[in-house]
């Protein structure tokens, strides 16, 4: 490979990433639970490794691995769905403040503008008739999705088994692709992307509920209803960089709106949620995840994007994780290292046109870009 022209060679890795896209956007139903489940047989594989050191069976620990899954998920279930149950039954009083808030913003809209109420309700029942059709349409496609998704939780736990399994198996698969000369390296990537994934998916789950306990919490000491409602979904819904917290607020004031006649309470959960958001950001999260992902918010953008284009809203969630294990490979890789670089964010303080030292790509050169970054690898 060294041996052929740079360009020659650019062009190669080029055509390769458009294959794996290709195939990617082609089997992205087939890829999602699969890569799901690959990530949490890692974040569960502690669990696994400390059952078969107490002598547990092979087969034993696994089932009990799958049986602390499904226990975590069926809990989280429950969860959600009782306080959707209080929110539906609440629903002649969320009808009444809709009405409420609806004729405020008639008479404001009466206020500024010649807008009429005549006219304001003929543009309602209008643009209520468009989304009933969209509703109804919408609807006819429930029972496919439903369908889907069972398959796509059904199949997590079996992909989940098979790979704790067969891990020898897949250990050995990677190591055959490589030199023996380099199966030092492999190891050492391997043993990274694992702790990157574990510290990752790890401090997601404590940030979920760190953050349902706190804005929960905040919000039920101010009295508003469907608190921890609004925690656990701007929770889950933050998981999602950038655009999740965006969605989470929105809904915050949605379900604030529906069961408050007043607009104080809404200032109340944007407050509340700005504070726990700064305090997740800066304090809480850096230290439980620490400095081990290091990707820079136009990738993470991108990568989440392209993540929902491909897959809905799993391919959101998974979208990070599978950057983070790509820029592991990429630095560890002396042929795709500028791949690396460019999803890191070490952000060189002076520009390569005119500092020429950050043209190169040796090891010297990058500890100092980390440096001047601010980052520290001991953390």
Same mark, same amino acid.
């Given at each position: 490979?060294?041996?052929?022209?740079?360009?020659?060679?650019?062009?190669?890795?080029?055509?390769?990433?458009?294959?794996?896209?290709?195939?990617?956007?082609?089997?992205?139903?087939?890829?999602?639970?699969?890569?799901?489940?690959?990530?949490?047989?890692?974040?569960?594989?502690?669990?696994?490794?400390?059952?078969?050191?107490?002598?547990?069976?092979?087969?034993?620990?696994?089932?009990?691995?799958?049986?602390?899954?499904?226990?975590? *998920?069926?809990?989280?279930?429950?969860?959600?769905?009782?306080?959707?149950?209080?929110?539906?039954?609440?629903?002649?009083?969320?009808?009444?403040?809709?009405?409420?808030?609806?004729?405020?913003?008639?008479?404001?809209?009466?206020?500024?503008?010649?807008?009429?109420?005549?006219?304001?309700?003929?543009?309602?029942?209008?643009?209520?008739?468009?989304?009933?059709?969209?509703?109804?349409?919408?609807?006819?496609?429930?029972?496919? /999705?439903?369908?889907?998704?069972?398959?796509?939780?059904?199949?997590?736990?079996?992909?989940?088994?098979?790979?704790?399994?067969?891990?020898?198996?897949?250990?050995?698969?990677?190591?055959?692709?490589?030199?023996?000369?380099?199966?030092?390296?492999?190891?050492?990537?391997?043993?990274? *992307?694992?702790?990157?994934?574990?510290?990752?998916?790890?401090?997601?789950?404590?940030?979920?509920?760190?953050?349902?306990?706190?804005?929960?919490?905040?919000?039920?000491?101010?009295?508003?209803?469907?608190?921890?409602?609004?925690?656990?979904?701007?929770?889950?819904?933050?998981?999602?960089?950038?655009?999740?917290?965006?969605?989470?607020?929105?809904?915050?004031?949605?379900?604030?709106?529906?069961?408050?006649?007043?607009?104080?309470?809404?200032?109340?959960?944007?407050?509340?949620?700005?504070?726990?958001?700064?305090?997740?950001?800066?304090?809480? *999260?850096?230290?439980?995840?620490? /400095?081990?992902?290091?990707?820079?918010?136009?990738?993470?953008?991108?990568?989440?994007?392209?993540?929902?284009?491909?897959?809905?809203?799993?391919?959101?969630?998974?979208?990070?994780?599978?950057?983070?294990?790509?820029?592991?490979?990429?630095?560890?890789?002396?042929?795709?290292?500028?791949?690396?670089?460019?999803?890191?964010?070490?952000?060189?303080?002076?520009?390569?046109?005119?500092?020429?030292?950050?043209?190169?790509?040796?090891?010297?050169?990058?500890?100092?870009?980390?440096?001047?970054?601010?980052?520290?690898?001991?953390?």
């Amino acid at each position: 490979m060294e041996t052929l022209p740079l360009t020659v060679r650019r062009s190669i890795e080029m055509l390769g990433l458009a294959v794996v896209f290709f195939f990617i956007v082609h089997a992205a139903n087939i890829l999602s639970p699969i890569l799901l489940a690959f990530f949490l047989t890692i974040l569960l594989y502690p669990l696994f490794r400390w059952l078969t050191n107490k002598k547990v069976p092979e087969m034993l620990a696994i089932a009990l691995v799958l049986i602390v899954l499904l226990a975590g *998920m069926a809990l989280l279930v429950w969860f959600i769905s009782a306080q959707f149950s209080r929110l539906i039954a609440d629903f002649p009083t969320l009808k009444a403040n809709v009405t409420v808030h609806l004729e405020r913003l008639s008479s404001w809209i009466n206020s500024k503008t010649d807008f009429s109420t005549e006219r304001q309700l003929q543009l309602l029942n209008q643009q209520s008739e468009k989304l009933v059709n969209f509703a109804s349409g919408y609807l006819g496609g429930i029972a496919s /999705s439903l369908t889907a998704l069972l398959i796509f939780f059904g199949l997590v736990p079996i992909y989940i088994f098979l790979l704790l399994f067969y891990r020898n198996l897949l250990l050995r698969f990677v190591f055959l692709w490589y030199k023996e000369s380099e199966h030092e390296r492999v190891r050492e990537t391997v043993q990274e *992307m694992q702790t990157i994934i574990k510290s990752y998916l790890g401090g997601l789950l404590i940030q979920i509920g760190y953050i349902t306990i706190l804005l929960g919490g905040i919000l039920m000491l101010f009295g508003i209803k469907h608190a921890l409602l609004i925690g656990v979904l701007f929770a889950i819904l933050n998981l999602i960089p950038y655009i999740g917290a965006l969605i989470g607020n929105l809904i915050g004031v949605l379900l604030t709106l529906t069961s408050s006649d007043q607009l104080g309470p809404i200032l109340t959960v944007l407050i509340a949620i700005a504070a726990v958001q700064f305090l997740d950001n800066n304090i809480l *999260m850096p230290k439980i995840v620490g /400095s081990k992902i290091r990707i820079n918010a136009l990738t993470s953008i991108v990568a989440v994007v392209t993540g929902g284009a491909l897959a809905g809203i799993s391919g959101m969630f998974l979208s990070l994780p599978i950057v983070a294990v790509l820029k592991v490979v990429f630095d560890r890789s002396n042929h795709l290292k500028q791949w690396g670089v460019l999803f890191g964010d070490e952000r060189p303080r002076r520009s390569p046109f005119t500092w020429p030292r950050y043209r190169k790509a040796s090891q010297a050169v990058q500890q100092e870009i980390k440096k001047t970054s601010g980052i520290d690898e001991k953390k």
